[in-house]
């Protein structure tokens, strides 16, 4: 079955500190691996798109890695802030599996002042 | 650009009542994919669009739930004699072709009481 998690369900950490969000998939064979925010009582807002033929990506104070062979993706947060307080959620397309993206239950992560 | 909206952005209704949930995808996306948050299940993937064929409803719970889509943009999900465990989130998404980033609309909030 292809499955997708995200541990710890919940992190709390102090301004500042650089962070890392973990993502891991029972599936290698994906097409490829998308990183969401979503905000209480909203929707979810799309961070960062990696393909399978990518190792990592890029967007501002967050890099996103791939590692296909062992099933993993990070979501690293440098300097983190209050405003990066959101629940993180990882979602696979895997190959065969259709076009649906396949979610993680998600990393509830608040920074505190 | 405008994103992907729907409505109603809240729906209560009662038990054994019909409910329309409507999702306008972004301008000139092809793909468009309904999916439902619910507490204790996470996001669960209902059906995908390429156009106005859906290639994939293997998500749908129950043949209570419907869903189509007209001019290859605006789609309707419809769920028949609703019950308290369709009680949940539904999410609607669009990407501009099969396989692409996908972008998500802020949900409908559907509680049946």
């Known amino acids: 079955k292809q499955e997708v998690t995200q541990i710890p369900a919940a992190l709390s950490v102090p301004e500042g500190e650089n962070l890392v969000l973990n993502c891991s998939f029972t599936d290698s064979a994906i097409y490829n691996l998308q990183w969401f925010r979503q905000d209480p009582g909203k929707g979810l807002t799309s961070l960062l798109l990696i393909q399978s033929s990518q190792r990592e990506q890029t967007s501002g104070r967050l890099n996103a890695s791939l590692d296909k062979s062992s099933g993993r993706s990070t979501l690293y947060i440098a300097a983190s802030q209050p405003g990066d307080s959101a629940t993180y959620l990882c979602?696979?397309?895997?190959?065969?599996?259709?076009?649906?993206?396949?979610f993680g239950t998600g990393t509830q992560l608040k920074v505190e002042l | 650009g405008a994103g992907v909206s729907q409505s109603p952005s809240n729906k209560v209704t009662e038990k054994g009542k019909d409910v329309e949930l409507r999702c306008d995808p972004i301008?000139?996306?092809?793909?468009l994919y309904w999916y439902r948050q619910s507490l204790g299940q996470g996001l669960e993937f209902l059906i995908y669009?390429?156009?106005?064929?859906?290639?994939?409803k293997s998500g749908l719970p129950s043949d209570r739930f419907s869903a189509e889509r007209t001019g290859g943009s605006v789609s309707t999900l419809t769920i028949q004699r609703t019950q308290q465990e369709d009680s949940a989130v539904y999410l609607c998404?669009?990407?501009?072709?099969?396989?692409?980033?996908?972008?998500f609309g802020p949900g409908t909030r559907l509680t049946v009481t």
């Open positions: 998404a669009s990407s501009l072709r099969t396989g692409n980033e996908q972008y």
């Open positions: 979602a696979v397309r895997f190959t065969g599996g259709g076009n649906k993206l396949t």
């Open positions: 669009f390429q156009g106005n064929s859906a290639p994939d």
């Open positions: 301008s000139g996306h092809t793909a």
